[in-house]
């Protein structure tokens, strides 16, 4: 076979593994959406079924003799689009024949256990029923990371594997300087005569809730003809392809902002799936959208600077007010605009505002790399944990369960997750920026409800770029900058100086 | 390997396959359910693709060589529930294998195009645009025959793939004492003096026949631990597991008995698939449902003889006129039971009344019949269904679209269905009516609104049975008689010479 003919092959056979890989997609939307309560085991066995197979033509002896044929040819034989999808195909082809599968079914079992074990440690206020767990699944991710790239350090290897380049050095520099930034912001905040009520509890009724959270998505940008909005008890962002986008959100009785809230940052991953590379490369993996800190870059633009911004409140506001009358008709839309945007220093991290909120995650970055590093062991980890929150957050939880318990992530060894929070939150924020300033009149577009020229620019910038540049790298190419705390401080000083008059 | 060890191995494999087949179901309750519409084709490369997976695991040599080994190995080594899964394996390799790839492919072509074809025939009321189709239809359906059985007639081989055991002998006698029967109760019916009037128009409000809907489906036996309904355009009953049963129904506002027929309709059907055998043999082929005759007999006894019957309107009656006091109020719950019985002569199979309809099936078994012998070409089967009609049914069809070209059943080349849903209404019948003698107190039973004896009945002597038996087999050794026209002739004469006055 010539080149052309091999990589032919190479393509078909690649979208027969996206088309059954994307059918996983789909069933593990269903199981958290619709999936009846009696049939959980037996989905359990279809996915399993799937997975083993998906993972067999993964790791078959033809698939890597292609991909590695292909790859020794050589970059100049190729062009960017097809050299990312023979690059990316040939790595995680490689980084799956490395890992043992012992590894692999003790990590899966382990996070299985893990789960369970933290949530009775965490009902029961105990921490030493979670430590043994903790402790293997740390012995294990660092054995992963010395097979897979053992030049590097394990939680470089780890903040890799959610995106691509991510390291200790950059984050470092990027967390010290905005953890300095926030604490001072956080002093000026505090001193502020000013009160910023919250959010009016409800009841909203659901129903309302439900037809005006669908309404706001569609507006601005999620496409009903390739997407569902659904409820989940966690709501998240899946389904099997860019044609077939399933988001979920969750309602309360009691509070509409948290819908709100789940719906628009749920649009926002939504969208950027919606928006993927369609014509020759679609479905190959260079389409595929970047790791996680881009991913939650989208959501959290459309959350935070969009839903949580003076433009959407303008346009939404009145109308939300008149969704629910009983509740809301004393208030104008730029007091809901400024309650939605309330600074508390918060237990719980999932609840916290946009300005403690990176102190929550620094603090977990800053255990995690000690525990990598050796520093800390897993046992004085609820010490350490509430003497970081003293320092960081200016308390000491009451309980493990509401300190060093309250997360789901270490349960299943996903250490080098949490920082994908605060980093996506800067991506996004940054990028926000430079939309700002190059799209004529955007506040004024979103002001009045015209949300389409926003979405085209992360179309084009962001969700069509695939895979083609890592995170930085995309980042310098669209706005012609690194991520740089400054702006995010920048951004925070401008809309909270406003909010509480400092 | 030891026998032991070897039917281990089948084992395995068989619910590897089981399991990944099921997979498939899902799709195709999703495709019809919640698809978006853009995602229609992505989802024909899944299906493909987890077709064409699950094919190559049931063609595969190795598969092969060990069910032959097992079957080999004879039945006496084997018991019943064992043999039968060697068995079916063994038959669905050997079928599966003996039909070339190219056959199975201009199969499903044919199929695709025909659909298209015939929905614009009928759009246009003109049958040419459809009978090259159907011609190449009834030319493949032979040769797959004669591939598969060259000792038997094309046509019994058609019947016998929709329920195994079925042949134009068996059907031939049992249509001709039936057709004999119907004609006289419904010349009766028409001299009737009495006016049974028509279950009364809308609007039924579309909210509260869901909810009634729901309601009555769960209260007649549908699990939905292990269930959902939902809804569709055709209602139909699918999902991947006994634990996940997925029926959907169709509202619409002007009619309530259609949502409360096809539901219950589906609810049967259903309660087949959760009431499937547990235990050492689930999953297996042993413990699938039977063909498509005994699975409509499920449907149809719930629909035609429950909820069509006295018993169900005594209970659900009087909640349904209070459900919708505007339209129902002035009916008496008996009123409704027999307006839901009204015998009227219609063009349209699929409205037709349970006296009617299945003249309807004899006039298509007939023309199948002759178009597979040879004694009907093609091109004649519109004057030929319009004499039929005028012979049967006493009308001839204005148009084609309401005659020969109304059902979609030959666009896919599926000849040998029709007689399904007859035959389905007289096991159900037989079942029925077995029930009544040997369950005391049965009527009064439902008429207190408790199914459970009933459904009992059926899990027992039919869900749990699986593929022990053939149909035939089944409905003697439960009722200890085959399957007889004089018996659902009779049941007929009953309820409508009460209904009728007659």
New interface residues.
Partial sequence: MDQKQLYEKFQKES??RH??G??LG??GW?QQV??????H???Q??M???ST?VHKLGVCREWGELVHQLYDMGEDKFDEYEWKNISESKRSFDESTKIPQELIEESARLAAQGHALWVEAKKKNDFSLFSGTLEKHLILRKKVAEILYPDKHPYDVCLDGFERGMNREYIDGVFAELKAGLVKLLDRIEKSPKDVKPFPDGPYPVGLQRELNREISERIGF??????IDESAHPFSGG??F??VRITTRYEDGCFFNSLSSTVHETGHGMYEQGRMRGMHQDMPVSASLGLVVHESQALLWERMVSQGQPFWKHFGPEIVSTFPEKLSDFDPMDLYRACNRVVFQYIRINADEVTYPLHIILRYELEKELFEGSLKVEELPEAWNAKSHELLGFIPSTDSIGVLQDAHWSDGGFGYFPVYTLGAMYGAQLFHHAMRVIPGLESHCSNGDFSLLKKYLNENIHQKGRLYEARELLKKVTGEDLCAKKYLDYLDRKYSEIYGI
């Fill in positions: 979208l027969y088309n059954l994307s059918v789909h069933l269903d619709m999936l009846p309560a009696g049939a085991p037996q989905r066995e279809q399993v079924a799937l197979m496409d009903f003809e390739c997407g569902r099997g392809h044609t077939d």
